[in-house]
């Protein structure tokens, strides 16, 4: 049994999902089914991260085909820790969904879409497989769209249709990319790829490929030129759809691509150039779309894509410290978006909206409130010793030590705009006045909510900051981690020996 | 007949890519189609043509012997097609029900949700 720890977390939403989908009529049930799924998720990811993290990479060959026919799923330090904080995510967002979706929209499955969802997530971070990873992609985009559109707002449907494109565009690429690769290797098997390109004599091609791969990419994790898509969907659905979004889809991109760039095409100076240069401008035109925009919501979405840059950055610098930044960042972004956008859900239900000009005097109305919201708000920007900070370490160090003097004054561009930007909000929603704004008739203000109501909003949102203050205070077992996965990418041997069953010789 | 594939591959993405770029909505599903069928052709073609020779072991042997058919790309367009029916039935529920909210199929007038207010 414990062998096949491996595939558990997929196959726990799944069950979970089918019981939900069992559940239909029955919200009441469907919530409660919904959370205890997310917390076994958390279990069963704790435990194959221990399992990793004790005993190295796990792999399983599904249907018993040995590697490289079959498809394989290899859980590495990587993949496990974005489980587990898939997870946690998982389990607030569940939480979160149970008073800021209304019953009519969980009749229509919003909670078994929610589980494909994280289940397609799951089996993305794990898989051995091109193709099979191309497939979960489809499961997490099929479940996403139906989450974006559950509710048929006008708004929900037209950010729908560019979402849609845009995706949809982004999954013929990647088939291309996998065509291609497997027309010049014959093998899917990331592992075996990982053995088999450095080999080949035609580089142009290889170099195409990758190219390909990363458009592909680009466009699931919101690169600049090819962002467009999420500022303009990621603001339409409720808050608790958004923080999914935001914390994992974009993040599924990044991983990705980091998978691909260090284990089947290794970064060379030409695609270094070329990450460095979209990491560059994502960093820019994220930080200066969210200056201009008055929406609460639509600032997150911009801010996404700046941070995004952080990532790609740290990809595209390709040393092993740069790496160990990338991924602690991926880390601390998941958390901390998700919990923005939980916060833009509850600041929408206290104030009737998400602009910025008709908020205000958060800061005396909801003292406590402030505080916790403050929390994530600083761990963004950097602050220290909050989570934001730490990333960065590592961030700035490899860009220094490698004299990349561009990357370097973009992360510092990065930091400086997100404060900029940050400033702005708290001045607009916590520190000004509020103005006497007309209440919205048959709309449910956070005052009226009775406590369990509130306790849904708030619960979650302390689940997350909770988290971000561990991630804070301890963040040498984060570094640790990081550090253990930075060492497993950059020397693939360790994955391909974990596929194929060879025995290391010296342990990590 | 490989290079009659790959032009019709290169016809195919060239038009969805055509119809993608138009302001129609019908076109852009239309254009998603076309696409992804390319995509499958270009599966299908690096995959590999060989002529009457279906990947079945013989009686008399345990193994495959000499030229055959690579059934993996048939496996994946297969998986391919299944996943973008899929997708390309939701998209068209989602244009009608897109038309029928937003009272137009002109991509350019969809701009509320970019809208900076």
């Not at chain 2, 138009?22 to 299908?44: M, Q």
């Not at chain 2, 030229?67 to 998209?91: E, H, M, N, R």
Request: charged share 10%; net charge positive.
């Amino acid at each position: 049994m414990s062998e096949h720890l491996t595939i558990y977390p997929i196959i726990v939403h799944l069950l979970t999902a089918i019981l939900l989908l069992l559940s239909w009529m029955n919200p009441k049930i469907q919530r409660y089914i919904s959370i205890i799924g997310s917390v076994l998720g958390i279990i069963i990811g704790g435990l194959l991260f221990n399992k990793v993290w004790t005993e190295g990479i796990q792999s399983v060959q599904l249907g018993n085909w040995d590697a490289p026919f079959g498809i394989s799923m290899v859980a590495d330090t990587l993949a496990v820790s974005l489980i587990v904080l898939t997870n946690i995510v998982a389990l607030a967002v569940s939480i979160y969904s149970t008073k800021n979706m209304v019953s009519s929209r969980l009749k229509f499955g919003y909670y078994a879409i929610f589980h494909f969802l994280i289940m397609g997530l799951s089996g993305a971070f794990i898989t051995g497989d091109l193709f099979s990873l191309y497939v979960w992609f489809e499961v997490i985009i099929i479940s996403s769209f139906v989450l974006l559109t559950i509710g048929g707002r006008a708004i929900q449907i037209e950010g729908a249709v560019k979402y849609f494109t845009l995706n949809m565009l982004s999954s013929i690429i990647f088939l291309t990319a996998i065509a291609m690769v497997y027309g010049t290797t014959g093998s899917l098997n990331m592992a075996e790829l990982s053995r088999i390109i450095p080999e080949i004599e035609n580089k142009g091609l290889i170099q195409t490929i990758s190219l390909i791969f990363f458009i592909g990419f680009g466009v699931k994790s919101g690169v600049f030129p090819l962002y467009f898509w999420l500022p303009a969907s990621y603001h339409t659905p409720p808050a608790a759809v958004s923080a999914l979004f935001a914390g994992l889809l974009t993040k599924v991109g990044i991983y990705a691509m980091i998978r691909v760039f260090t284990l089947l095409f290794p970064l060379g100076e030409l695609n270094q150039m070329i990450l460095m240069i979209v990491a560059g401008f994502t960093i820019f035109f994220g930080g200066i779309g969210a200056l201009v925009q008055k929406d609460l919501q639509r600032v997150f979405s911009y801010l996404i894509i700046c941070h995004i840059g952080f990532m790609v950055g740290g990809l595209s610098l390709f040393t092993q410290v740069a790496i160990v930044g990338a991924v602690m960042y991926m880390f601390h972004d998941i958390i901390v978006k998700a919990t923005l956008f939980m916060i833009s859900g509850v600041m929408y239900r206290i104030f009737g909206n998400t602009k910025l000009e008709k908020m205000g005097g958060l800061m005396d109305s909801h003292p406590r409130l402030s505080f916790l919201f403050a929390i994530p708000m600083f761990a963004l920007v950097g602050v220290p010793p909050l989570s934001g900070f730490w990333p960065k370490v590592s961030l700035f160090t490899a860009s220094y030590t490698q004299g990349e003097m561009f990357m370097l004054i973009m992360f510092i561009f990065a930091s400086l705009i997100t404060l900029v930007i940050i400033a702005k909000v708290w001045n607009n929603t916590f520190s000004k006045n509020k103005l006497p704004a007309e209440r919205r008739k048959g709309f449910k203000y956070f005052d009226e909510f009775s406590f369990s109501e509130k306790a849904a909003y708030i619960v979650p949102i302390l689940l997350l900051v909770g988290f971000t203050l561990y991630y804070s205070f301890f963040a040498e077992h984060f570094q640790l981690v990081a550090e253990r996965i930075g060492e497993e990418l950059m020397n693939t041997e360790h994955y391909y020996n974990a596929v194929f069953g060879i025995k290391e010789g010296t342990k990590l | 007949m490989e290079i009659l594939l790959a032009i019709m591959t290169g016809i195919l993405y060239a038009a969805g890519i055509y119809l993608i770029l138009r302001r129609s909505l019908v076109k852009l599903i239309i254009g998603i189609v076309i696409l992804g069928n390319g995509v499958n052709l270009l599966i299908f073609l690096m995959g590999g043509l060989v002529k009457g020779r279906p990947p079945l072991i013989q009686e008399d042997s345990n193994a495959l012997v000499g030229l055959y058919a690579d059934p993996v790309p048939q496996a994946l367009i297969l998986t391919a097609i299944v996943i973008s029916f899929g997708l390309q039935s939701f998209a068209i529920v989602l244009i009608k029900r897109a038309y029928k909210v937003l009272k137009t199929d002109d991509i350019d007038t969809m701009n509320k949700t970019d809208d900076i207010t």
